[in-house]
């Protein structure tokens, strides 16, 4: 997966935007003439990157995982095709636009007696990696817009999973916009924006903030750390395994769906509190890893040791070393039939709860090719045995079908609605 | 203000302790021999850079300001001064240990029937530039610690604003710790573990999370913008002015708060929903600057003019140019009696309410050596006049007195029990 094209010259936006030619940006600079891009004043580094937003596949999947996320699920309020294919069109240009540092709209004609078309906060940032992927939700493929004959196979509402905790509200909708970006304001921008652009056709359901990246989809990405201060996705796909990326990833059924990806969300709280009085054993063994290294319980707990085999067959007295209810057993793929999935999970704290808790957790994405293979079977073994659920909450599930990536001249409605 | 000491080799962090030589960290590092420092594995750029812990003033006020906050007030649950005087020698270590990008406490010999000193999901980021804030509210200089006779002379809690929309919840507090970092993560791996070094002996009673720096406390760092899209903190007091900090910043009053700072937080909630469906020149006459380049109205909207005098005196027909409503004109220095505050603002956003709505703004922290000359009566003017309240809520207020630095052998404990 070398599908991305970065800029890291340290050159200035528009310098950069310069150096490629009207070419790649004349399909979205309506307008002409007096576009500026931003330019990363505020940039510490002195750089910036972009990432491409036409592909084979949608940007922000394979991707290496960027540092901030805001998710959103939305509800379509309009019953008028052409308004939500219309809006469809309009994002698409905005998504593109946004994902090379500039403002959602040219503005350069605008009058102060105008609203402005972009919000502003993310003027000086650049680009920052900034992905949008786009996916639907198995409401969308009801009677309102005709799409019921080209609903995805595997776009079903997600199953009960018997230890979740729902709040109905953070659940679902009839369709998603995750940005990515290595900059929180650049990703809220987007995501504003996108909003803004879309009043009267959806509205929002629920949103999620995830300020820390929480799992790595490149080799060259070092596994980070969740909430409990373990690794977390030491077995994630990398985007460098083509293979496992083909089987696992993108779907290879029929339609327009044929090489996008079913996004699958759940928004985990962890009870930090009480996982922080648990030993290090207790801890350890809910995992069935070292929390120092990540390295396998039965192995060394030493750097090196974080990729090793698992040793699920190892005894020590009575007991094997590898709990049969820690989150490695249940969730491994040598107990699951091989199967993988791609985590994208982010961290996220959103001060305190009512009791002086803190209010935090793991905002957990998986991209999955066949979800009803992989994620849902995992996801139930888990629900029903994970020796982590005593410190955890399940407060959310959704699914939904994100398309492959865009062609040059089409945009997210076409694709849709053909 | 040179006080800080960055270390910006880009060598590892054991490397950069082990050339410290053992000074520096022989006063925290308890336990001696098998201390090893964080390492930076996941720092992309593969530099750390700390701040030093001990200086005339504390950190974490004209510092650089990072880009991410994580603030928490707790009350004190103990009647015991004791138990509250060793919690803070405990803070103190644990904080100088955090700054340096260590564990918050030795580890090397706990075993695994222990519960970790350090909740370790920071185990792999470094120093990241953190700062650790202390303060104490009013409340604390009541009948429980015999604090009466110390409690400072301006610090009283803080007047009712006229249009305050309050909720108790996030107001005040016993004990205020502000952690500032460059990763979001080492920020709150500092307020949870000094939280949990805390149990039974005080409560969280409400925490904050900043994710986008607001403001620039150096020359060198460039006016970021607020939410509304607009540069904020274009006149803030920058480190470098040390007349200015002397005269706004630090407390001369005699005692312990001598070289301290009063931190004074609002939590403002930001309507952006409101504010996007105003044009560009209702936007502009509220802050009564150029949105673009942050230059005053009638002057250039030219990034040059950021800084230019703003023209009060000039009339466009028959009214002035800078509306005697909008922000610059009740907050300028000139219309205060020459009063300046020193701005440390961040951005937060907290995913959608129940309307759909962004819950987000600004989290307003401002440091004053005599706020009640600087801070409450602009705030009072603010709170009267300012033609941005249509857009805000001001959700919060609280004061703390921040002691200043602490010198060698001394903790936050001693510092303020004498």
Request: with cysteine.
């Amino acid at each position: 997966m070398t599908s991305e094209n970065k800029n890291k010259s340290g050159v200035s936006r528009r310098g950069f935007l310069a150096g490629m030619g009207i070419g790649a940006g004349a399909g979205v600079l309506a307008g002409g003439g007096g576009v500026a891009a931003y330019s990363a004043e505020t940039d510490s580094t002195g750089e910036d990157s972009s990432i491409s937003f036409r592909d084979a596949h949608q940007a922000g999947i394979v991707t290496a995982q960027q540092e901030h996320l805001h998710i959103v699920a939305m509800d379509v309020l309009t019953e008028d095709r052409d308004e939500l294919i219309d809006m469809l069109a309009t994002w698409t240009t905005m998504a593109e636009r946004m994902t090379q540092g500039l403002p959602a709209a040219d503005e350069s004609g605008e009058s102060d007696y105008a609203v402005p078309t972009d919000s502003g906060e993310a003027q000086d940032l650049g680009a920052k990696n900034l992905t949008v992927t786009v996916g639907y939700g198995p409401s969308l493929f009801d009677d309102r817009f005709g799409l019921k004959n080209s609903k995805p196979a595997q776009l079903n509402p997600l199953p009960t999973f018997p230890s979740d905790q729902l709040k109905d509200e953070l659940c679902d909708g009839d369709i998603v916009i995750q940005a990515c970006a290595d900059d929180p304001q650049v990703a809220v921008h987007a995501v504003r924006n996108l909003v803004r652009a879309g009043s009267g056709v959806v509205e929002v359901r629920w949103s999620q903030l995830g300020y820390g990246r929480a799992s790595s989809t490149t080799t060259e990405q070092a596994t980070p750390r969740n909430l409990f201060g373990f690794k977390d996705g030491t077995r994630n796909i990398h985007s460098s395994e083509t293979e496992a990326v083909d089987d696992f990833v993108w779907s290879d059924e029929a339609g327009w769906m044929n090489g996008g990806s079913y996004l699958c969300a759940r928004r985990i709280r962890m009870l930090l509190e009480l996982w922080d009085r648990q030993n290090l054993g207790e801890q350890q063994a809910t995992f069935a890893r070292f929390r120092k290294s990540g390295a396998p319980l039965g192995t060394e707990d030493t750097d090196d040791q974080e990729f090793a085999e698992v040793p699920f067959d190892l005894i020590y007295g009575r007991e094997p070393v590898i709990p049969e209810d820690s989150h490695v057993f249940l969730s491994h793929p040598e107990n699951n039939g091989g199967a993988r999935i791609l985590r994208r999970a982010y961290n996220f704290i959103e001060g305190s709860d009512t009791f002086g808790h803190l209010s935090a957790g793991l905002f957990f994405i998986a991209f999955a090719g066949k979800p009803e293979e992989t994620f849902i079977p995992i996801q139930m073994k888990l629900s029903r045995n994970d020796r982590m659920n005593e410190y955890v909450r399940y407060e959310s599930k959704a699914i939904f079908a994100c398309p492959p990536g865009l062609k040059e001249g089409q945009d997210w409605g076409t694709q849709l609605f053909g």
